[in-house]
């Protein structure tokens, strides 16, 4: 029997472009469509988190003091520090997740976060290297990055301009995708139902405080 959250989740996307044109051709609106689109049709609450509306990190959300950050930044701080789950779409630049997608993050502290990653790249390998290395900055920020990742090799011959499954190409079926990124989606939604309930009896933060003053907190003695 398949598993299904008890109730739709609220789903953090963040996406991972800010290019508007090519070449190449630009792919993220029609991943980033196709993710969204799938997310909802499994019953959940999706808020897309945009980096082209994050200006080069100078100053974090935590460094304000509370209440005084900018309304922007507060507004995603409350977007991220109220969902269930979240899902990163990067695109693979030089081997690497997106410098835009890792700005985004930057701008919050670790006790904010947990991610599941998935990536996307216009070449042969899909952005694996891409996700591998995004892991580690995850799990940095304390999230507990799933097994299955999505990867999406030619994402440019996947999908169209409104983020569906190209089906006039012999080699593509929606089917076979939507099985694919199904698995992904299965193992957030227990991870995210599985910490949703149990934030409801344990705080996590009793026994592994925040860091509320310096980096040198987590130092040994």
Known sequence: MAYSIASGARIALLTGSTRTSGPPTVLHPRVNAYIHQSLEQRGHTVTRIDPSDFALLKKPHFAYPPGKAPAKLQEVHSILQSADGYVCVTPEYNHSP?????????H??????????MTYSAGQWGGTRAGVALRTTLSELGC??????IHIPKAQEVFDREGNVDASREDNDPERWQTYCGRCFAQLEWWADAARRHREVADPFDESPAFANSPDQRNAP
């Open 144 to 149: 507990l990055p799933v097994s299955a990742m």
């Open 98 to 106: 997106s410098p835009a997608l890792l700005n985004v993050l930057n």
């Open 108 to 117: 919050f502290g670790s006790s904010t976060f947990s991610f599941k990653p």
